[in-house]
């Protein structure tokens, strides 16, 4: 094999093998979709004793993704919890969960009435950074649970000694 048919072999190699790495992952972040919109407060089938909790849609993102050759799209909801009780393992308490990103499916399943709405969101921008970062990795990191099973998945994971 020449110098020259070297290079090209070694080149096209890596060409294919990069075409087979993850193309990307592009999120369009969006004001509303079908049922939900930003800033909504939702009353959901809630946990027995938690009457009075309900979640806020905070954002709505549609991320295409693009893995060897396969592309999927997913519809991510971040919401926030409020008037909830999750003991951790010092026996301290938390009434809300700031980020919890789920599916667009498994928040249809949860919520029961728009109660109200928020135009002034709180940040949540340092929890959404952490989750966006392993979601760009491939991690799909969102719940496809009812919000009801991940409060109460979330409540044992933060009971672990």
Same mark, same amino acid.
């Given at each position: 094999?020449?110098?020259?048919?070297?290079?090209?072999?070694?080149?096209?190699?890596?060409?294919?093998?990069?075409?087979?790495?993850?193309?990307?992952?592009?999120?369009?972040?969006?004001?509303?979709?079908?049922?939900?919109?930003?800033?909504?407060?939702?009353?959901?089938n809630n946990r027995?004793?938690?009457?009075?909790?309900?979640?806020?849609?905070?954002?709505?993102?549609?991320?295409?993704?693009?893995?060897?050759?396969?592309? @999927? $799209?997913?519809?991510?909801?971040?919401?926030?919890? /409020?008037?909830? +009780?999750?003991?951790?393992? &010092? *026996?301290?308490?938390? !009434?809300?969960?700031?980020?919890?990103?789920?599916?667009?499916?498994?928040?249809?399943?949860?919520?029961?009435?728009?109660?109200?709405?928020? @135009? $002034?969101?709180?940040?949540?921008?340092?929890?959404? /950074?952490?989750? +966006?970062?392993?979601?760009? &990795? *491939?991690?799909?990191? !969102?719940?496809?649970?009812?919000?009801k099973e991940a409060?109460?998945?979330?409540?044992?994971?933060?009971?672990?000694?």
């Open positions: 094999m020449t110098r020259n048919s070297l290079q090209i072999f070694i080149a096209s190699t890596f060409i294919l093998l990069g075409s087979c790495k993850e193309k990307g992952i592009q999120c369009e972040s969006l004001s509303s979709i079908d049922n939900f919109k930003v800033g909504q407060i939702w009353k959901y027995q004793g938690e009457d009075s909790s309900t979640l806020t849609v905070l954002k709505i993102e549609k991320c295409h993704k693009t893995f060897d050759s396969i592309s @999927s $799209s997913d519809t991510v909801i971040h919401i926030r919890i /409020d008037k909830i +009780k999750l003991k951790n393992s &010092k *026996g301290e308490y938390s !009434y809300s969960i700031e980020h919890l990103p789920c599916s667009e499916k498994a928040l249809s399943k949860s919520v029961a009435t728009v109660v109200g709405e928020n @135009s $002034s969101l709180p940040d949540f921008s340092n929890e959404y /950074d952490r989750w +966006k970062k392993l979601y760009d &990795k *491939g991690k799909n990191l !969102y719940w496809g649970l009812t919000i409060v109460a998945d979330r409540d044992s994971l933060m009971n672990v000694k």
